[in-house]
Protein backbone atom coordinates (compact mmCIF):
# COMPACT_ATOMS: atom_id res chain seq x y z
CA UNK A 1 0.00 0.00 0.00
CA UNK A 2 1.42 3.28 -0.73
CA UNK A 3 1.58 5.77 1.98
CA UNK A 4 1.09 9.80 1.02
CA UNK A 5 2.74 12.02 3.08
CA UNK A 6 1.97 16.09 3.17
CA UNK A 7 4.97 16.76 1.00
CA UNK A 8 4.23 13.76 -1.69
CA UNK A 9 0.66 15.58 -2.15
CA UNK A 10 2.06 18.65 -2.12
CA UNK A 11 3.87 17.72 -5.60
CA UNK A 12 1.13 15.82 -6.70
CA UNK A 13 -0.44 19.34 -7.57
CA UNK A 14 -4.07 20.36 -6.55
CA UNK A 15 -6.69 17.59 -7.01
CA UNK A 16 -9.14 17.68 -9.49
CA UNK A 17 -12.62 17.01 -9.00
CA UNK A 18 -14.36 14.78 -11.42
CA UNK A 19 -17.83 16.35 -12.71
CA UNK A 20 -20.15 13.34 -13.15
CA UNK A 21 -23.75 13.62 -15.29
CA UNK A 22 -26.82 13.93 -12.95
CA UNK A 23 -28.41 11.05 -14.35
CA UNK A 24 -31.53 11.78 -12.10
CA UNK A 25 -31.91 14.99 -13.57
CA UNK A 26 -35.04 16.27 -14.91
CA UNK A 27 -33.37 17.84 -17.90
CA UNK A 28 -32.24 14.25 -19.12
CA UNK A 29 -35.74 13.47 -18.74
CA UNK A 30 -37.33 16.37 -21.44
CA UNK A 31 -34.48 15.73 -23.29
CA UNK A 32 -35.28 12.38 -24.25
CA UNK A 33 -39.13 13.05 -24.03
CA UNK A 34 -38.64 15.81 -26.62
CA UNK A 35 -35.78 14.18 -28.43
CA UNK A 36 -39.39 11.03 -28.85
CA UNK A 37 -41.60 13.82 -29.96
CA UNK A 38 -39.29 15.02 -32.32
CA UNK A 39 -38.31 11.53 -33.99
CA UNK A 40 -42.37 10.67 -34.12
CA UNK A 41 -42.68 14.44 -36.12
CA UNK A 42 -40.02 13.21 -38.67
CA UNK A 43 -41.25 10.01 -38.84
CA UNK A 44 -44.62 10.98 -39.99
CA UNK A 45 -43.60 13.60 -42.16
CA UNK A 46 -41.37 10.48 -44.11
CA UNK A 47 -44.21 8.13 -44.21
CA UNK A 48 -46.55 10.87 -45.29
CA UNK A 49 -45.99 10.08 -48.56
CA UNK A 50 -45.15 6.56 -48.23
CA UNK A 51 -48.43 6.22 -46.78
CA UNK A 52 -50.55 8.24 -49.59
CA UNK A 53 -49.03 5.71 -52.08
CA UNK A 54 -50.08 2.86 -50.34
CA UNK A 55 -53.52 4.51 -49.95
CA UNK A 56 -53.45 4.91 -53.63
CA UNK A 57 -53.48 0.71 -54.09
CA UNK A 58 -56.83 0.68 -51.80
CA UNK A 59 -58.39 3.00 -54.36
CA UNK A 60 -59.18 4.92 -51.84
CA UNK A 61 -60.72 8.51 -52.72
CA UNK A 62 -58.10 11.07 -53.42
CA UNK A 63 -59.52 13.75 -51.49
CA UNK A 64 -59.44 11.32 -48.39
CA UNK A 65 -56.18 9.19 -48.75
CA UNK A 66 -54.38 11.69 -46.29
CA UNK A 67 -56.75 9.71 -43.27
CA UNK A 68 -54.63 6.85 -43.96
CA UNK A 69 -51.61 8.10 -42.70
CA UNK A 70 -53.20 10.20 -40.12
CA UNK A 71 -54.88 7.09 -38.26
CA UNK A 72 -51.48 4.85 -38.26
CA UNK A 73 -49.41 7.85 -37.16
CA UNK A 74 -51.90 9.25 -35.13
CA UNK A 75 -52.49 5.56 -33.14
CA UNK A 76 -49.22 5.49 -32.42
CA UNK A 77 -49.14 8.90 -30.67
CA UNK A 78 -52.32 7.85 -29.41
CA UNK A 79 -51.28 4.65 -27.39
CA UNK A 80 -47.36 5.99 -26.68
CA UNK A 81 -49.36 8.16 -24.46
CA UNK A 82 -51.63 5.42 -23.27
CA UNK A 83 -48.68 3.11 -22.53
CA UNK A 84 -46.99 6.28 -20.53
CA UNK A 85 -50.34 6.57 -18.37
CA UNK A 86 -50.54 3.27 -17.59
CA UNK A 87 -47.27 2.72 -16.48
CA UNK A 88 -47.59 5.97 -14.08
CA UNK A 89 -50.66 4.43 -12.57
CA UNK A 90 -49.04 1.05 -11.72
CA UNK A 91 -50.51 -0.64 -14.16
CA UNK A 92 -50.36 -3.14 -17.23
CA UNK A 93 -49.49 -1.49 -20.47
CA UNK A 94 -50.15 -4.71 -22.68
CA UNK A 95 -52.90 -3.77 -24.84
CA UNK A 96 -51.46 -0.09 -25.70
CA UNK A 97 -47.60 -1.96 -26.18
CA UNK A 98 -49.66 -4.43 -28.48
CA UNK A 99 -51.49 -2.05 -30.77
CA UNK A 100 -48.30 -0.16 -30.86
CA UNK A 101 -46.34 -2.63 -32.01
CA UNK A 102 -48.77 -3.40 -34.25
CA UNK A 103 -48.99 0.15 -36.00
CA UNK A 104 -45.27 -0.08 -36.25
CA UNK A 105 -45.13 -2.99 -38.40
CA UNK A 106 -48.18 -1.40 -40.41
CA UNK A 107 -45.58 1.67 -40.88
CA UNK A 108 -42.78 -0.40 -41.46
CA UNK A 109 -44.31 -2.32 -43.98
CA UNK A 110 -45.69 0.48 -45.97
CA UNK A 111 -42.55 2.56 -45.93
CA UNK A 112 -41.19 -0.40 -47.14
CA UNK A 113 -43.57 -1.26 -50.20
CA UNK A 114 -43.69 2.57 -51.23
CA UNK A 115 -39.62 2.21 -51.57
CA UNK A 116 -39.85 -1.20 -53.13
CA UNK A 117 -42.26 -0.50 -55.50
CA UNK A 118 -40.56 2.72 -56.30
CA UNK A 119 -37.31 1.18 -57.71
CA UNK A 120 -36.04 -1.30 -59.20
CA UNK A 121 -35.58 -4.44 -57.37
CA UNK A 122 -32.49 -5.73 -59.49
CA UNK A 123 -30.54 -2.92 -58.66
CA UNK A 124 -28.98 -2.61 -54.87
CA UNK A 125 -29.98 0.81 -54.68
CA UNK A 126 -33.41 0.03 -54.41
CA UNK A 127 -32.73 -2.56 -51.86
CA UNK A 128 -31.08 0.05 -49.37
CA UNK A 129 -33.49 2.53 -49.98
CA UNK A 130 -36.26 0.31 -48.87
CA UNK A 131 -34.42 -0.62 -45.76
CA UNK A 132 -33.82 3.61 -44.75
CA UNK A 133 -37.32 4.09 -45.52
CA UNK A 134 -38.39 1.27 -43.43
CA UNK A 135 -35.94 2.55 -40.40
CA UNK A 136 -38.23 5.87 -38.69
CA UNK A 137 -41.17 3.96 -37.31
CA UNK A 138 -39.00 1.59 -35.67
CA UNK A 139 -36.80 4.06 -34.14
CA UNK A 140 -39.79 5.98 -32.76
CA UNK A 141 -41.05 2.98 -31.37
CA UNK A 142 -37.88 2.38 -29.66
CA UNK A 143 -37.68 6.00 -28.62
CA UNK A 144 -41.08 5.27 -27.18
CA UNK A 145 -40.50 2.19 -24.70
CA UNK A 146 -36.64 3.81 -23.78
CA UNK A 147 -38.26 7.33 -22.45
CA UNK A 148 -41.05 5.26 -21.02
CA UNK A 149 -38.34 3.29 -18.95
CA UNK A 150 -36.37 6.49 -17.16
CA UNK A 151 -39.39 9.16 -17.12
CA UNK A 152 -41.59 6.63 -15.00
CA UNK A 153 -40.31 5.66 -11.43
CA UNK A 154 -41.20 2.20 -10.22
CA UNK A 155 -43.82 1.97 -7.88
CA UNK A 156 -42.26 0.59 -4.68
CA UNK A 157 -41.61 0.83 -0.90
CA UNK A 158 -41.18 4.43 -0.01
CA UNK A 159 -37.02 4.91 0.59
CA UNK A 160 -36.66 7.66 3.01
CA UNK A 161 -32.50 8.63 3.57
CA UNK A 162 -31.20 9.28 6.47
CA UNK A 163 -28.30 11.67 7.21
CA UNK A 164 -27.38 10.73 10.78
CA UNK A 165 -28.60 7.52 12.39
CA UNK A 166 -27.82 8.93 16.10
CA UNK A 167 -30.61 11.24 15.81
CA UNK A 168 -32.73 8.41 15.17
CA UNK A 169 -35.52 6.56 17.68
CA UNK A 170 -36.30 3.55 16.70
CA UNK A 171 -38.31 1.02 18.31
CA UNK A 172 -37.14 -2.29 19.32
CA UNK A 173 -38.27 -5.09 18.24
CA UNK A 174 -41.67 -6.79 19.53
CA UNK A 175 -39.77 -10.04 21.04
CA UNK A 176 -37.39 -7.69 22.74
CA UNK A 177 -39.59 -5.33 24.72
CA UNK A 178 -39.62 -5.34 28.20
CA UNK A 179 -42.74 -6.93 29.43
CA UNK A 180 -43.95 -5.23 32.94
CA UNK A 181 -46.49 -7.60 35.28
CA UNK A 182 -49.95 -6.24 35.75
CA UNK A 183 -50.40 -5.39 39.10
CA UNK A 184 -53.34 -7.24 41.02
CA UNK A 185 -56.63 -5.96 41.59
CA UNK A 186 -56.46 -6.71 45.41
CA UNK A 187 -53.15 -5.01 45.34
CA UNK A 188 -54.53 -1.93 43.88
CA UNK A 189 -57.72 -2.11 46.34
CA UNK A 190 -54.99 -2.26 48.98
CA UNK A 191 -52.78 0.71 47.88
CA UNK A 192 -55.96 2.85 47.46
CA UNK A 193 -56.91 2.19 50.67
CA UNK A 194 -54.25 2.99 52.10
CA UNK A 195 -53.46 6.34 50.36
CA UNK A 196 -57.61 7.18 50.74
CA UNK A 197 -58.42 10.04 53.10
CA UNK A 198 -60.62 9.87 55.73
CA UNK A 199 -63.64 11.82 55.17
CA UNK A 200 -65.02 12.41 58.28
CA UNK A 201 -64.13 12.20 62.02
CA UNK A 202 -67.02 9.12 62.28
CA UNK A 203 -65.35 7.06 59.50
CA UNK A 204 -62.07 8.06 61.27
CA UNK A 205 -63.25 6.38 64.62
CA UNK A 206 -64.91 3.38 62.50
CA UNK A 207 -61.72 2.38 60.60
CA UNK A 208 -59.68 2.55 63.77
CA UNK A 209 -61.70 0.52 65.99
CA UNK A 210 -61.83 -2.53 62.73
CA UNK A 211 -58.45 -2.12 62.72
CA UNK A 212 -57.71 -2.24 66.47
CA UNK A 213 -59.65 -5.19 66.41
CA UNK A 214 -57.73 -6.71 63.07
CA UNK A 215 -54.91 -6.72 65.55
CA UNK A 216 -53.24 -4.02 63.75
CA UNK A 217 -50.26 -1.87 65.78
CA UNK A 218 -51.09 1.82 66.26
CA UNK A 219 -48.10 2.87 63.84
CA UNK A 220 -49.89 1.27 60.90
CA UNK A 221 -53.52 2.28 61.79
CA UNK A 222 -51.70 5.79 61.36
CA UNK A 223 -50.53 4.82 57.96
CA UNK A 224 -53.57 3.06 56.85
CA UNK A 225 -56.23 6.28 57.92
CA UNK A 226 -53.60 9.17 57.49
CA UNK A 227 -53.99 10.33 61.49
CA UNK A 228 -51.31 10.54 63.67
CA UNK A 229 -49.89 7.94 66.44
CA UNK A 230 -51.12 10.03 69.30
CA UNK A 231 -54.62 10.59 67.24
CA UNK A 232 -55.35 7.32 67.33
CA UNK A 233 -54.55 6.40 70.88
CA UNK A 234 -56.76 9.22 72.33
CA UNK A 235 -59.26 7.37 69.52
CA UNK A 236 -58.98 3.86 70.87
CA UNK A 237 -58.57 5.16 74.61
CA UNK A 238 -62.07 6.75 73.91
CA UNK A 239 -63.30 3.49 72.40
CA UNK A 240 -62.64 1.77 75.04
CA UNK A 241 -63.87 4.21 77.36
CA UNK A 242 -67.21 4.04 75.54
CA UNK A 243 -67.15 0.25 75.10
CA UNK A 244 -67.16 -0.32 79.21
CA UNK A 245 -69.07 2.11 80.21
CA UNK A 246 -72.25 0.79 77.79
CA UNK A 247 -71.12 -2.90 79.32
CA UNK A 248 -71.37 -1.57 82.63
CA UNK A 249 -74.74 0.52 82.75
CA UNK A 250 -78.12 -1.10 82.36
CA UNK A 251 -80.42 -0.49 79.73
CA UNK A 252 -82.43 2.10 80.50
CA UNK A 253 -84.68 1.96 77.96
CA UNK A 254 -85.98 -1.83 79.30
CA UNK A 255 -89.99 -1.15 80.29
CA UNK A 256 -90.46 -2.66 84.08
CA UNK A 257 -92.94 -5.51 84.22
CA UNK A 258 -96.26 -5.05 84.86
CA UNK A 259 -98.98 -6.81 86.91
CA UNK A 260 -99.41 -9.35 84.83
CA UNK A 261 -96.06 -10.21 84.61
CA UNK A 262 -95.43 -9.91 88.31
CA UNK A 263 -98.79 -11.92 89.23
CA UNK A 264 -96.72 -14.79 86.70
CA UNK A 265 -93.76 -14.23 88.58
CA UNK A 266 -94.82 -15.00 91.79
CA UNK A 267 -97.19 -17.77 91.19
Given at each position: ?????????????P??????????????????????????V???????????????????????R??????????I???????????????T???????????????????????????????????????????????????????????????????????????????????????????????????????????????????????????????????????????????????????????????????????????????
Amino acid sequence: MTSWTAPTLAQTGPIRRIRRLQTESWALVGIALVGTVGLAVISFILSFDAMLIVASWSHAAPAWRWCVPASIDGGIVVYSVIGYVRRGRGETARFADFMLAFLTTVSFLANASAAWAAGDPSHWTTWAGTAVAALPPIGVFAATHASASIAIAKRGPCQVQVEDQTDVDVAPPLDQRITVDQPRPEIIAEQLAATSEVDTTEDRDRMIEELTAAGMSQRAIATRTGASKSTVARTQDRLHLVRTTSESTPDSTARPPGPLQSSLVGQ
